[in-house]
């Protein structure tokens, strides 16, 4: 309770930051898109990993809010960077289940659309696999968010319980590879990845590959088609002034 007070009032206070990790085009090298990652900082407490409150926050119900803030603050970077000229086209949110299940989450993504005048083709929620479990109720609401405009992508693909039948017939745009299977290839264990990657391509899906973080996962998951990547080998998680200093190096 005493850690769901604080991240009340850190939230009230604006005092999250949202980092983003840049997604790359793994041909090109360019950057694609930005993933947006909430970081707590507490003045007294110091830095609080997400994997510890975001749980709560779900818990509790102070996702909902959290989740909107989040939103709100990415649209709003992604249109500044856009109007600084910036060659940017995606970003990515976080979306926990809980948030797909408020009744008035669409609404919402609207409503920060609206607000920031951002072009829904340039924002994309990532959802996981949790989705499935209540898959009357989220096949309406992607297909809702899908008629707006925006992308989805299904996030720590391969871990879950989903099969690639039923996401098959769910609106999703991109699949994103968990971590543990880039991870794998340093093992030599490189079957799992070349199926996901195959069949993904097979049913349709974009494939994004999570936590890159050498040159010899880069050069397999190049030589199996991935098509976008994302991982320490190119970058962390940055502040919107480093990630600025990124984008004027590559401009
Ligand atoms: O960035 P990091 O590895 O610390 O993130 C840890 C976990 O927290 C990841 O599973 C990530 O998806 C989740 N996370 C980070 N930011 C958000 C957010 O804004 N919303 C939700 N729902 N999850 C987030
Ligand atoms: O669940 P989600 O995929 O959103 O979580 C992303 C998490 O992975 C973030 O906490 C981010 O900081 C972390 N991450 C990003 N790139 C790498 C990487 O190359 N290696 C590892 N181990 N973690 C990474
Ligand atoms: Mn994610
Ligand atoms: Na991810």
New binding site residues.
Partial sequence: ANIENHLRKSLMMEQLQVHYQPIIELDSGKIFGL?ALVRWEHPKMGIISPEEFIPIAEETGLIIDLGNYVLQKACKQLKIWQESDFDLIHVSV?ISTRQLEHNQFVENVIKVLKETKLNPMHLEL?VTESIVQNIKHSQKILNELKNIGVNLSI??FGTGYSSLNILHHLPIDKL?IDKTFINDINTNDYALVKTIIEMGHNLNFSLIA?GIENEQQLNLLKQYKCQYGQGYYFSKPLPANEIEKLLLKKK
Avoid: F, G
Wanted: aromatic letters at 0%; glycine letters at 0%; hydrophobic letters at 0%.
């Fill in positions: 993933e976080n990532e996030d720590d994103k999570e």
